[in-house]
């Protein structure tokens, strides 16, 4: 199996632009989380779904942020419009089942708004 | 939210010593789980440890959990090079709507110097 898979690695984007990241899950897992990773405030989950449907989105910031899974095997999420602040790294992860289970991570996109 | 405190929040020591690592959590857990984050790289998952279990081992890593004090420990014995890394604690904590979701905290960084 390939991994958890992550597009683009690297994005770079002026301020006020639609930002799409993408995320290939390990197939057969069930549950799929989107992280963002800053210097300021660690690891933060964004949003977590359990077959495909979103459980958790507390972590979304605001309005701005929104994540789809249309299938098992592919989610996006999407800034719009984006911001300098919103600059950091943003892992997408999955797991067979749920939290009781590793999650496996995948390489994350470093995305930098200016 | 911050559910585990690693403690230190940076360690510096000489091939082939021990390295400890300390995770302080708040509320009460289902499981604890520690990752490794190579620079540049996502997430690497190391051990699970549920919250019946007081020790668990893996290779040269060592995992302790006390519920009572709300604390878990990663020990690496004869530490190399290689093991150079972040390593963050995870813990489940519960959600919205009663969903769980696993929080990290920010991280010890390790430097195991040749």
């Known amino acids: 199996d390939a991994g958890v898979i992550q597009s683009p690695r690297h994005e770079v984007t002026e301020m006020g632009q639609e930002v799409t990241l993408r995320c290939k899950p390990i197939?057969?897992?069930?549950?799929f989380f989107w992280y963002r990773q800053t210097m300021m405030r660690g690891l933060e989950l964004l949003i977590y779904?359990?077959?495909?449907?979103?459980?958790?989105d507390s972590g979304m910031p605001e309005d701005r942020f929104s994540a789809k899974m249309p299938n098992a095997s592919f989610s996006t999420l999407k800034i719009q419009p984006s911001e300098p602040r919103d600059s950091a790294v943003y892992f997408c992860?999955?797991?067979?089942?749920?939290?009781?289970?590793?999650?496996?991570f995948g390489s994350g996109t470093q995305l930098s708004v200016l | 939210s911050q559910q585990g405190e690693e403690d230190p929040q940076a360690l510096s020591i000489q091939e082939g010593e021990n390295a400890t690592m300390n995770c302080s959590y708040k509320?009460?857990?289902?499981?604890l789980q520690w990752y490794r984050q190579n620079s540049g790289r996502g997430l690497v998952h190391l051990i699970l440890?549920?919250?019946?279990?007081r020790e668990k081992h893996s290779g040269r890593l060592r995992v302790t959990l006390d519920t009572s004090k709300k604390s878990s420990s990663l020990l690496i014995t004869a530490s190399r090079a290689a093991d150079t890394a972040s390593y963050f604690c995870?813990?489940?904590?519960?959600?919205?709507?009663?969903?769980?979701?696993?929080?990290f905290g920010k991280g010890t960084k390790l430097t195991v110097n040749p």
């Open positions: 779904f359990n077959n495909n449907v979103p459980i958790d």
């Open positions: 440890i549920r919250s019946n279990e």
């Open positions: 197939s057969g897992h069930n549950s």
């Open positions: 995870a813990t489940d904590e519960g959600g919205r709507g009663g969903s769980e979701k696993l929080v």
């Open positions: 992860a999955s797991s067979l089942r749920g939290l009781n289970e590793k999650l496996f």
């Open positions: 509320t009460s857990i289902n499981n």
